[in-house]
Each structure stands twice: as C-alpha cells, then as structure tokens.
C-alpha cells in the first residue's frame, strides 16, 4: 500500500523568501533534497521534517499531512 504525502514545502519555503538552496544550508541537506521533499519524490525522515518546520517557523502537519 503506498500513502501520497500532502506536502506544503514550497509554498512555506516561497513565503519566508527562500530558496531551494538557502533553505538546505539551513537544514544542512543538498538543494536536491529539498527538491525531491517539495516534488514528492522523497518522504522526509523525523528530524529532516522537524528541522524544516522549525526553521520556517510552522509546524510539522503545516508542511506536511496525508490525504483524507
């Protein structure tokens, strides 16, 4: 069974006027990762999704949830 992730990445990203690479410097990953995260390609480990929520100052279920 495979669950598709809601992800709100980008638009968090946009409105705190980052990049895809400032943003990685700032969570310590490559600008690739952000891309495949903001793309639904790779599902974020725990502290990856945390680092970012607290680094856009939101929270966890604002960048990301699973369908209803």
């Known amino acids: ?5 809601e992800v709100r990445l980008k638009e968090h990203r946009l409105q705190a006027e980052l990049t895809q690479s400032e ?5 310590r990953v ?7 995260v903001e793309n639904g390609v790779f599902v974020p480990s ?3 999704a945390l680092r970012l ?5 939101v929270t966890v279920e604002d960048l990301f ?3 209803e």
Do not use: D, E, F, Y
């Not at 943003?23 to 969570?27: E, F, G, K, N």
């Not at 490559?30 to 495949?36: V, Y």
């Open 1 to 5: 069974m495979t669950t598709q992730l």
């Open 23 to 27: 943003l990685a410097s700032l969570v």
């Open 30 to 36: 490559s600008r690739k990762t952000i891309n495949t």
């Open 46 to 48: 725990t502290v990856l």
């Open 53 to 57: 929520a607290k680094c856009l100052g």
């Open 65 to 67: 949830k699973l369908p």
